[in-house]
């Protein structure tokens, strides 16, 4: 699948969780240090991600069969046989809304949050790594300057002796170091480089939920105009019948002033 620009329908806020993921640059590996400054923190991409998993469209949906419900124990449509019938269909199509929401909001669960934690998993196993290596790296520092103290002294039997014991207390820690830095280098850069084919599912998962839900609620909606829309009417017919009701529903005395 080629990667285009995602469609205004794909939700923005949740496909730039995505591609900040993607886009994260790799810590700093070297011989003297490593950085984690310049990635995202875990738990706030889990909370983003999790925030944006379409709450916005889940509340307008939920609001939406409310609205109707209440529409239909209004007693007008005990009245009004023609306006019952169009709350009906109104609340058959939030309710069809509803339930597509839902899905796509399971799908994007299962498909792009459950595998956003399992990736951020692994990142307590690799930062006690880089703490085990920077402690390494404290040790290695301390002992090589001991060392290089007593190099600098005159060599005198108590200071030969004092030389060979610093040299030996760095050699175990001088190769623990360069063993745990090599690793480091070896496996972070690998490690960098598997989020782009890790996450790839997940944004073609993203892309086909949306794609499916807005499908789905251009049918609900175009059978829903079908339903309730009066044919012979303009817009401009329309716009002036929905000022007079407007104008109608302000003049009520329930209604307050602006």
């Known amino acids: 699948m080629s990667w285009n620009q995602p469609s205004s329908n794909l939700n923005p806020a949740l496909a730039a969780v995505l591609l900040e993921i993607a886009q994260q640059p790799p810590g700093l590996v070297g011989q003297t240090g490593f950085s984690w400054d310049n990635w995202l923190p875990w738990d706030t991409v889990q909370d983003r991600a999790a925030q944006e998993t379409d709450c916005t469209q889940d509340t307008m949906s939920k609001s939406a069969v409310k609205i109707s419900s209440d529409l239909l124990s209004n007693p007008l449509c005990e009245q009004e046989p023609g306006f019952l019938e169009m709350v009906m269909a109104f609340d058959t199509a939030m309710k069809r809304m509803d339930s597509f929401n839902q899905e796509k909001v399971n799908q994007i669960q299962k498909t792009v949050i459950e595998p956003l934690k399992k990736f951020s998993s692994v990142f307590p196993s690799l930062n006690m790594a880089v703490k085990r290596r920077e402690q390494t790296l404290q040790d290695y520092k301390r002992l090589q300057s001991k060392v290089e103290k007593y190099e600098e002294k005159e060599r005198t039997g108590p200071v030969l002796a004092k030389l060979h014991q610093a040299r030996e ?12 830095n090599k690793q480091l280098l070896e496996e972070m850069p690998k490690f960098y ?8 599912p997940s944004f073609e998962s993203l892309v086909r939920a949306q794609v499916v839900y807005y499908t789905e609620m251009h049918k609900i909606f175009g059978d829903l105009t079908a339903q309730i829309d009066r044919p012979g009417l303009s817009d401009e ?4 019948e929905n000022d007079a009701k407007l104008s109608e529903l302000r003049a009520l005395s329930i209604v307050a002033d602006d």
Do not use: G, H, M, T
């Not at 017919?237 to 002036?240: A, I, K, N, T």
């Open 169 to 180: 207390e760095l050699r175990p820690v001088k190769e623990d170091f360069e063993a745990k």
């Open 193 to 200: 480089s598997s989020r782009i084919d890790y996450f790839k």
């Open 237 to 240: 017919q329309r716009e002036r």
